[in-house]
């Protein structure tokens, strides 16, 4: 079975840093970009970073730029994303999205990140 699973979400200090986690597992892919999204209370879902799985090459939304790392491990087919300095305007559900060559789209259910100030 195909599927995406987030962690490492919690409740935090403003300032503290979070490491997020995507595991992909069950396909058998070679081709795909891994995206992260994030979801404020009451708003839409908007685009954080990516990474090209086969690439390691790295984009980020500029609202990310400074505070956002976003890395992957190869062995453990995982994705990972550095948040540092967090603030409580990043609290929301953080999503990871794998998009493979051939339109297969896969999504996460998703992390939650409380920040308090």
């Known amino acids: 079975q195909v599927q995406l699973v987030e962690s490492g979400g919690g409740l935090v200090q403003a300032g503290d840093s979070l490491k997020l986690s995507c595991e992909h597992s069950g396909h058998t892919f070679s081709t795909f970009v891994v995206r992260w999204y994030r979801q404020a209370p009451g708003k839409g879902r908007e685009f954080v970073a990516l990474?090209?799985?086969?690439?390691?090459?790295?984009s980020y939304a500029d609202s990310a730029k400074g505070r956002f790392t976003i890395s992957r491990d190869y062995a453990e087919n995982r994705v990972y994303l550095q948040i540092n300095d967090l603030k409580p305007e990043d609290t929301g559900t953080y999503y990871c999205?794998?998009?493979?060559?051939?339109?297969?789209?896969?999504w996460g259910q998703g992390t939650q990140v409380n920040v308090s100030s």
């Open positions: 999205n794998l998009v493979a060559t051939g339109g297969h789209i896969l």
């Open positions: 990474i090209n799985w086969g690439l390691s090459t790295t």
